[in-house]
C-alpha cells in the first residue's frame, strides 16, 4: 500500500473504527462495574430497610426474625475494631519505621520485607487456623475477643506496614538531613519530623487495614466466634460476636425473614465502614492542610 | 548593602546548647536510643515469626495426618468424603472447586479488569478518574459477606431465568460473585501498571500516526505487561483464598462434576465446614482441615512468589 | 615531676593540632564503592576564618565538605581513610559519636530544607533536643538576628516557615544552624538556589558571622569565594591543586591549573 492510496485511506478508516470501538468498549465495561455497584447497594438496601429500626439495634438475635436484633454483634465489632487499633497500629508502624529509618539494606531487612510481601497475600482462613492453633488452643485464650483480635492484627499487619512505608518514603530526604545535621539522633528525627509528616498517609493506610479487619469473617469463624450470643462482651477475655458472623448466620438460614435480616445487617456494616472511611478522609485533608 | 549590626546580647544568661569542652568521643551510651531500636526491631521480627509459625503448625499437623492416610491417596483420589462413613480422603474435588470457580472468576474478571485500567489510564479525563476511583475502592471494600449474600438473593435467582436447571447452591454464582469481588483489584493494579508507562513512549507512538487501540495494545500494555500480569496473579491468588463469598454461593458438596450449574465445595469452604461442627480435636478429621490448608496456602504462596519475580525481573525501567 | 595519669583511653600518638586551626585535614581519601571521589587532600581550617573550596562540578568538594561533620555517613559504599582532626580526635576513630559531631559542626544545604514547623519551632528544635532548658525565647531571637532575618519575621515567629521566600527560607536555615553555636559551620553552595539579592544579603551575613565561627564554604561562584574569603582551596577531579590565602590564589596563583581555572579558561 503505498502512502495517500485509496487503499489505504480505507484501511485508516478501519482502523479509526476499530479504536473507537476499542474506546467505547472499555469505557461501557468500566461504566458497567460502577452500575453494578449501584444495583448491588439498591438491592441490600430494598432488602434490608424495611427491617431497620431502633429495635433491631438494640435487641440480641433470636430464632424469631421478628424479635432477631444486631446488639450483640454490633457490640463485638466495636469491641474488635478498638483492640485491633490498639494491637496493630503500633506494631504496624514501629516495624515500618525501622524498616525504613534504621535498617540498613542488609540481609535482615531483606528477610523482613520478603516476609511481609507474602504475608500480605495468605488467605484470611489460614490466619484464622493460626489464631486457633496459637492462641485460642496453645495460649489457652479460649474464644475471647483477645484472641479475634490478636488474629485479625495479625492478619492486618502486613497492609498497615506497606501503607506505613509508602507514606514514610515520601517525606523528603532534605527534611532528614536537615535534622540530622544538628546533632539529633535517628529516632528524634523520626519522631519530630518523619511521623507528623507521614502521618496522613499512615492514617489513611491504618483505616483501610481496619476496614477489611471489619468485613473479614472467615478468621472469626475459625477462632470460634459464636454464632448465637444473647449477651453484650464486657471485657477483651469474653467471648463474643461480630457483625459479619451474624450476616452469615441470618443468610445460611433458608428463610426468607432471615435473609431480610442479614440485609439489615448488611446495611449496618456498611454504615460502619463508610462512617470509618470518612473519618479517614477527614484526618488525612485535616492533617494534610496543617502541613502546608 | 548596609552592614548590619550583631546586637550585643549578654551571653552569661543564655545557657549555651553546645559546650565546647566535651569531647566527641561517646561519653555515654544513649540507653534512650537503643531500647527504641530495639522495640521497632522487635517488631520487624513478629513478621518473620508469624511466617514461622503458620509454617511449622501446618507441616506439623499436615505430617501427623499422612501417617494415617497415604499421599497418593489424598492427591489423587477423587472421593472426599473426611467427616462421615466410609471415609475417603481424597482431595481432587475440593481442588476442582477451587479450579473451577477461580478460572470462571478470572475470565470474568481478568478482561473486565483489564478494560477498566486501560479506560482509567488512556481514555478518561480527570474528572472520570476522579469518580471511578473511589468507586473502584468501594467494590474493593465490600466485605465478602455481602458479596455472599449477594450472590444468593441476586445472582442465583436471575441465574434461575436464564438456566432453570441451576440449583440453589451453583459453582457459576459463585464465580461471578468472586469475579465482582477480584476486578476492582486488577483494575487498579493494572491501572497503576498502565500510569507508570511514560508518556513520552506514547507520544512516540502518536507521532507515528497510530491509532488509540494500536499506542495501547502495541506499546503501553507490553510495556507495563509485568505489572499487569502481577495483578492477574494477585488476584488469581486472592480468588483462591476467597472464603465466604463461595461458601454461601457454592455450597458444601464436593463434587467433581463439570457443571457449573451444580454444588461444589472449595478447599477453603470445606476448612469452615469443619470448624464450624463438632470436631474433636487430634482426630482425622481435625487433622485433614491442617492438610487441606497447607495445600492452599502452598497453591497461594507459590503464585505470589511468581507475581513477585515477574514484578521485580521484569519490570522496565525508566529513565 | 610525677606522671600525670590522663584517662585511661588518651592514645599515646594523640594528634595534636596547630593551635589556630579548628578542623585539620590530614592524607584524607574518600570512596564510593570501589571509585576514588577525593584523593589524598590535606589541608586546614583556620579557626574565625572563611575557608572556600572552590573547582569545577564533579571535583569532590561538596564530598569533602560532608566527611567534615559525618554526613557521608548516610550515603551507601562511603568510606573516609586519612584523618580528619577536630578537638583533638580523629573524626572518624571508632569512638567517636557522629551525633556529637554534628552538634558541633552546623550544615546548610544548597536548597534551602526548613522544617515544616513554625519559624520559632524549626529554630528551637535543635538546641531543645540536644538538652538546652533555657532562655528558648532569647535564644531565637540571637539566632534570627545573626541571620540577619529577625526584623522580617519578628512579628509571626509562629507562622510556616514554608510561606518564607527561598532567600527568607536558606538564612532561616543558617539561623537555625547557629542557634547550637556550632564551631564550624559548613555551607555546600548556599546561594546556588537563591536570586542575587539574596545572595547579596547571605553574603554580607557571613562577614559579620566571621567573628563568632568558623566558616567552610563550598562554592562554585569564583568571584563570591574572592569576595568573602580568607583561604581558597582549589580542587579538581578530586585533587588538591592549590590551597592559599584568597588574594594570592585570585592574583598570584602558583599552579598554572589554578591560574586556568579562576580566569575562566575552563570549568
Known amino acids: 500500500m503505498s502512502i495517500g492510496s ?62 432477631a436484633g444486631i446488639k450483640s454483634a454490633l457490640v463485638g465489632t466495636l469491641w474488635l475494631i478498638g483492640l485491633v487499633a490498639l494491637i496493630s497500629i503500633p506494631v504496624g508502624v514501629s516495624t515500618a519505621l525501622y524498616l525504613e529509618e534504621f535498617a540498613g539494606k542488609g540481609r535482615f531487612a531483606k528477610v523482613i520485607e520478603v516476609n511481609i510481601a507474602n504475608l500480605a497475600g495468605v488467605p484470611s482462613i489460614v490466619y484464622g487456623i493460626l489464631g486457633l492453633a496459637i492462641f485460642v488452643r496453645y495460649f489457652a485464650l479460649e474464644r475471647s475477643l483477645v484472641s479475634g483480635a490478636l488474629t485479625m492484627s495479625l492478619l492486618i499487619l502486613p497492609v498497615i506496614i506497606i501503607a506505613s512505608r509508602e507514606a514514610i518514603k515520601m517525606v523528603p530526604m532534605s527534611i532528614r538531613y536537615a535534622a540530622y545535621s544538628l546533632g539529633a539522633t535517628k529516632w528524634q ?67 426468607e425473614e432471615f435473609h431480610q435480616l442479614a440485609a439489615a445487617g448488611i446495611i449496618i456494616l456498611l454504615v460502619v465502614l463508610l462512617i470509618m472511611n470518612a473519618t479517614a478522609i477527614y484526618i488525612r485533608n485535616k492533617t494534610e492542610r496543617r502541613l502546608k | 548593602m548596609t552592614q548590619k549590626q550583631l546586637t550585643e546580647t549578654p551571653d552569661t544568661d543564655i545557657q549555651s ?9 561517646q561519653s555515654r551510651i544513649r540507653w534512650g536510643e537503643a531500647m527504641i531500636k530495639g522495640w521497632l526491631g522487635l517488631c520487624a521480627i513478629v513478621s518473620i515469626v508469624t511466617t514461622a509459625a503458620i509454617v511449622i503448625l501446618l507441616v506439623s499437623e499436615s505430617l501427623n495426618f499422612f501417617e494415617n492416610v497415604s499421599p497418593s491417596e489424598f492427591f489423587f ?49 480527570d474528572r472520570v478518574r476522579r469518580i471511578i476511583k473511589p468507586v473502584l475502592e468501594l467494590l474493593a471494600g465490600i466485605p465478602t459477606v455481602v458479596y455472599g449474600y449477594f450472590a444468593l438473593t441476586f445472582v442465583t435467582p436471575s441465574l434461575k431465568t436464564f438456566f432453570p436447571d441451576i440449583q440453589v447452591f451453583n459453582a457459576l454464582s459463585a464465580a461471578i460473585v468472586v469475579g465482582i469481588m477480584i476486578l476492582p483489584m486488577i483494575a487498579t493494579l493494572s491501572d497503576n501498571a498502565l500510569k507508570a508507562v511514560p508518556v513520552s513512549l506514547r507520544q512516540g507512538a502518536y507521532a507515528l500516526g497510530a491509532t488509540s487501540y494500536e499506542v495501547t495494545t502495541r506499546v503501553v500494555v507490553p510495556a507495563g505487561l509485568s505489572g499487569v500480569m502481577a495483578s492477574f496473579l494477585l488476584a488469581i491468588s486472592r480468588a483462591i483464598g476467597e472464603t465466604m463469598a ?73 529513565d | 615531676m610525677s606522671q600525670v595519669s590522663d584517662s585511661s583511653t588518651r592514645d599515646v600518638s594523640q594528634p595534636k593540632m596547630h593551635k589556630k586551626s579548628v578542623l585539620e585535614i590530614r592524607d584524607v581519601d574518600i570512596f564510593y564503592g570501589e ?52 578537638a583533638n580526635e580523629n573524626l572518624y576513630s571508632n569512638d567517636v559519636d557522629p551525633v556529637e559531631v554534628r552538634r558541633r559542626i552546623g550544615m546548610v544545604f544548597q536548597k534551602p530544607n526548613p522544617f515544616p514547623k513554625s519559624i520559632y519551632d524549626n529554630i528551637a528544635w535543635g538546641p531543645k533536643i540536644n538538652g538546652f532548658s533555657g532562655a528558648t525565647d532569647e535564644l531565637v531571637e540571637k539566632s534570627l538576628k545573626q541571620a540577619a532575618l529577625w526584623g522580617e519575621v519578628k512579628d509571626r515567629l509562629h507562622d510556616s516557615a514554608l510561606n518564607l521566600s527561598g532567600g527568607q527560607q536558606q538564612r532561616l536555615c543558617i539561623a537555625r544552624a547557629l542557634a547550637m553555636e556550632p564551631e564550624v559551620l559548613l555551607m555546600d553552595e548556599p546561594c546556588s538556589a537563591l536570586d542575587p539579592i539574596s545572595t547579596a544579603h547571605i ?41 592559599n590565602v584568597t588574594k594570592r590564589i585570585f592574583t598570584r596563583p602558583a599552579v598554572k591549573r589554578t591560574e586556568e581555572y579562576v580566569t575562566g579558561r575552563f570549568g
Open chain 3, 203 to 243: 553574603e554580607d551575613l557571613m562577614f559579620e558571622l566571621k567573628e563568632q565561627y568558623t566558616i567552610v564554604i563550598v562554592t562554585h561562584n569564583m568571584q563570591q569565594a574572592a569576595r568573602i574569603s580568607d583561604y581558597t582551596a582549589f580542587m579538581e577531579m578530586g585533587d588538591l591543586i592549590e590551597f
Open chain 2, 17 to 25: 546548647p553546645v559546650s565546647g569542652d566535651t569531647s566527641i568521643r
Open chain 3, 35 to 86: 571509585n576514588k571521589a577525593v584523593n589524598n587532600i590535606s589541608f586546614n581550617i583556620r579557626r574565625n576564618r572563611i575557608t572556600a573550596i572552590i573547582g569545577p562540578s564533579g571535583c569532590g568538594k561538596s564530598t569533602l565538605l560532608r566527611s567534615l561533620n559525618r554526613m557521608n555517613d548516610f550515603v551507601e559504599g562511603a568510606r573516609v581513610e586519612g584523618e580528619l582532626l577536630f
Open chain 1, 189 to 255: 528525627t523520626a519522631w519530630a519530623h518523619v511521623l507528623p509528616s507521614s502521618f496522613p498517609g499512615i492514617m489513611t493506610g491504618v483505616i483501610l487495614a481496619l476496614s477489611r479487619a471489619i468485613g473479614e469473617t472467615a478468621p472469626l469463624v475459625m477462632i470460634g466466634a459464636l454464632t448465637f450470643v444473647a449477651f453484650l462482651p464486657e471485657g477483651p477475655m469474653d467471648s463474643f460476636t461480630a457483625l459479619p458472623i451474624q450476616i452469615y448466620n441470618w443468610v445460611s438460614r433458608p428463610q
Open chain 1, 6 to 67: 485509496e487503499k489505504e485511506i480505507r484501511h485508516l478508516a478501519k482502523r479509526h473504527r476499530k479504536a473507537k470501538v476499542f474506546a467505547s468498549f472499555c469505557a461501557a465495561v468500566t461504566w458497567s462495574g460502577v452500575v453494578l455497584l449501584a444495583v448491588l447497594l439498591y438491592q441490600v438496601s430494598i432488602d434490608g430497610f424495611a427491617w431497620l429500626d431502633w429495635q433491631f439495634i438494640s435487641s440480641f438475635p433470636s430464632r424469631f426474625p421478628e424479635r
Open chain 2, 77 to 125: 483420589g477423587t472421593t472426599w468424603t473426611p467427616l462421615f462413613e466410609p471415609s475417603s480422603y481424597g482431595v481432587l474435588p475440593l481442588v476442582w472447586g477451587t479450579l473451577i470457580v477461580t478460572i470462571g472468576a478470572a475470565v470474568i474478571a481478568i478482561p473486565t479488569g483489564l478494560a477498566s485500567a486501560i479506560y482509567l489510564s488512556e481514555y478518561a479525563s
Open chain 2, 246 to 318: 463461595v461458601t454461601l454461593a457454592a455450597g458444601q458438596t464436593p463434587n467433581l462434576s463439570l457443571s457449573m450449574f451444580e454444588s461444589i465445595q472449595t478447599m477453603t469452604a470445606y476448612i469452615v465446614q469443619v470448624s464450624l461442627g463438632d470436631t474433636p480435636t487430634g482426630g482425622i478429621a481435625y487433622q485433614t482441615l491442617f492438610a487441606v490448608a497447607t495445600l492452599l496456602f502452598s497453591i497461594t504462596l507459590v503464585i505470589n512468589i511468581v507475581s513477585q519475580l515477574i514484578l521485580n525481573r521484569f519490570r522496565e525501567v525508566y
